[in-house]
């Protein structure tokens, strides 16, 4: 099934919901309109309910099918899949945890940290084979376990802050179109080569632009100026309050002051519109643009660059970008969590063959955990058609750091901060003075020292 802009946001609605504070998980298990967790089903079967959210096409046909799948493989267990619409999920899940009638498996974005801490989530360790979590890859890791324990099994990995560039406009302005700016520095000069050469309504780059975006999606850059993210290691303190911060914060403002971006933007983050147009030389945005310029532009596949995100001075090897992620788990209080495992590890830590799919259809733009998935995913016909699969999963993917596990008021403090300097409703200084006294407070109403990640 073809992915258009308008199937793709839907998933841009999916991924705003997630990040933006749905990191919710349930408590207790069964079907909406019937008792929690019973274990009878049609013929003697187990009945496991399974929760995801609308995605695009291609993923939630997916999914419909990997269950479809598992019910025909065996007779003990029956999956009952259900597909929640993303703008309806937060309310869905609230009032079936509040029923007591969440699902056994769901899929969770982001962090688990706080579900851990809120005994939300089951372990996996003893309802998945050992086998089958050892194979998680490193680079998931910090969203799958905590400590030894297992909570999650990740889908899939995606860099959410890449580079995107348009050769031809690139070749117009005499700027090297073969690789990415490595820098900061060489990003700022190929702008200012490129801005004359563009006609009325074009830009050299379009960036995060508001206080929201900037949250999530700036943590890998935040990492990369600072050296470090928003918290101290033991989380009793913020850590925004030196140069890295400020040097980042000022590049914003220089993109914006020049007018290299466009002062509204031209479309969403995380949607390639405004590439696909031609509107801009430059597109940052998540790895899983590169499908939508494939399925609704794909006169531009062959004029697209994909890269690391330019570098800040100094930062030597340290990556620009956050790992995010999609996740299934087993809610804490699933009566049938031994069969909720057995369908979670058939389904994603199983036959490689199973994913497959999954990773071709939706254009080898996203990152699979474990080695065998992805050996299988680059053995696959289609692969050679995808040479921007090898940028993202071997450049970009195993050098980005996880989501923070802390508090969402934290990264949106940071956020904030980044479009206020931008914007220029204020200097660096006051920016992270008025941030500084915004985690403060979280750190103080969350007793965060307490809840930090241990060592």
Known sequence: ??????????????LGAVTVGSMLAACGSGTPGEGAGGDGGEDGKTTVQFWHRTFTPVENEWYENIVKKFNESQDEIKVVDTE???DAW??????????????????????????????QLHELNGIVPEDALAEIIDSALPVSAVGDTYYAYPLLLEPQTVLFW?????????????????????????CA??????????????????????????????????????????????????????????????????????KQ????????????EQKVAFKVSGSWMMSEIGSDYPDLLGKTGIGAFPSARGADDRTATTLGNFKWVVDAKSKNAEAAGEFLAWAIAGDPENLVPFFVDTQFTKVPVRQSVQ??????????????????VDDIAPTAIPEPT????????????????????????????TANAAIQTVIERDGLPDKAPKN
């Open 1 to 14: 099934m073809r992915i258009t802009t308008r199937t793709r946001r839907i998933a841009i609605a999916a």
């Open 84 to 86: 929640v619409p993303a």
């Open 90 to 119: 937060d309310q869905k899940m609230k009032a079936a945890q509040a029923a007591g009638k969440a699902p056994d498996v769901y899929t969770h974005p982001g962090s688990i940290q706080d579900a851990v801490n809120a005994g």
């Open 166 to 190: 348009n050769k031809e406009l690139l070749d117009a302005a005499g700027v090297d179109s073969g690789k990415a700016p490595a820098t900061w520095d060489d990003l700022l000069a190929a």
């Open 193 to 262: 080569k490129i801005q004359p050469t563009l006609a009325d309504g074009q830009y050299c780059i379009s960036p995060a632009q508001d206080a929201v975006t900037f949250a999530w999606s700036s943590v890998g850059q935040q990492y990369n100026f600072a050296g470090h993210t928003a918290l101290s290691s033991d989380w009793t303190a913020p850590d925004i309050d030196d140069a890295g911060y400020r040097d980042m914060m000022t590049m914003y403002k220089e993109l914006w002051d020049k007018g290299y971006m466009p």
């Open 265 to 276: 933007p031209l479309a969403a983050y995380v949607e390639g519109k405004d590439f696909g």
């Open 375 to 392: 050996d299988a995913v680059a053995g696959s016909d289609e692969a050679a058609d995808a040479p921007w699969s090898s940028v993202i």
């Open 406 to 433: 802390y508090p969402w008021d934290i990264s949106l403090a940071v956020g904030t901060a980044l479009e206020s300097v931008m914007k220029g409703s204020a200097s660096p200084d006051d920016a992270i003075k």
